[in-house]
């Protein structure tokens, strides 16, 4: 699994459409074993903590899916491969995990600690994360359809590398994904995707936008204060009500700025 999981990411960084440059789920086979089965249970992880006496477990290119781990001390966990669509990690503890190229889809995340987690290439599509906190994380991987109502996302750090040609195929995908009063305080979002997000009422302070596409967002009574705008793809999206829009960085350099809407209809 670990070579597919490679070789994946591999095709993935090659590949040259701008909107299918890191779909992991091509040419996965979601139905597998692999990715709907547990090779372990709660009691077997629950002994390797107990184990490790404090020092992160290993747990990388397991087969997690459906596991209840909630409130569990993951934290340092190697999770890298890992397979966890539909598990269970309510309110769990993965603050500096390695959850590289690990799957999520459908995972409940709610209230868990990912601060300074490492995602890059990680499938978190329609995974719950409402109310975690991913503070300092790379989230550079696929969270369309994702629930982060009132996440706390202080400093993430989800932007496209453009100095590295590859790698800079790689971001943060948060196309639909539902970020109501979510706190994105400094956040670097460059060249993200963020088409159609529900960021109402979130907290956009000094976050790096620079040449990411809000198309279709709803930024209605969002804070924009230091933001930068600098070529954001603004077509269709709600720019309602917005708090510092007076002091946002490059607000004149949107793109698409005729196709926005700035007025509630009536």
């Known amino acids: 699994m670990r070579r597919l999981a490679l070789l994946l990411l591999a095709s993935v960084l090659l590949a040259a459409p701008a909107h299918a440059e890191q779909d992991l789920l091509l040419g996965a086979d979601m139905g597998s074993a692999a990715m709907t089965k547990a090779e372990m ?16 477990i290993d747990l990388s290119d397991k087969a997690l899916a459906g596991l209840d781990l909630s409130g569990l001390n993951l934290k340092g966990a190697n999770l890298r491969t890992a397979r966890l669509n539909k598990a269970n990690l309510r309110g769990a503890d993965l603050s500096g995990a390695n959850l590289e190229q690990a799957w999520f889809i459908k995972a409940d995340l709610s209230g868990a600690k990912l601060v300074g987690a490492k995602m890059f290439g990680i499938t978190a599509r ?16 696929d969270f369309k359809g994702a ?24 971001r943060a995908v948060f196309v639909s994904v539902n970020l109501k009063g979510a706190n994105l305080k400094g956040a670097n979002l460059g060249r993200s995707r963020l088409e159609y997000a529900d960021l109402t009422d979130a907290d956009l302070t000094d976050v ?12 209605t009574g969002a804070t ?43």
Do not use: C, Y
């Open 41 to 56: 249970t709660r009691a077997d992880v629950e002994a390797l903590i107990a184990k490790a006496d404090g020092k992160p």
């Open 126 to 141: 329609d995974a719950n994360l409402s109310g975690a906190d991913l503070s300092r994380s790379m989230p550079i991987g």
């Open 147 to 170: 629930n982060m109502a009132g996440a706390t996302l202080v400093d993430l750090k989800g932007g496209a590398d453009i100095k590295n040609q590859s790698m800079g195929l790689m």
């Open 224 to 266: 924009v204060s230091g933001a930068d705008f600098k070529n954001v793809d603004v077509s269709g999206a709600r720019l309602v009500s917005l708090k510092g829009q007076d002091s946002a960085k490059d607000w004149s350099a949107r793109v698409n700025v005729d196709r926005a809407i700035t007025q509630v209809s009536n």
């Open 208 to 219: 790096v936008l620079m040449g990411s596409d809000l198309s279709g967002a709803n930024l």
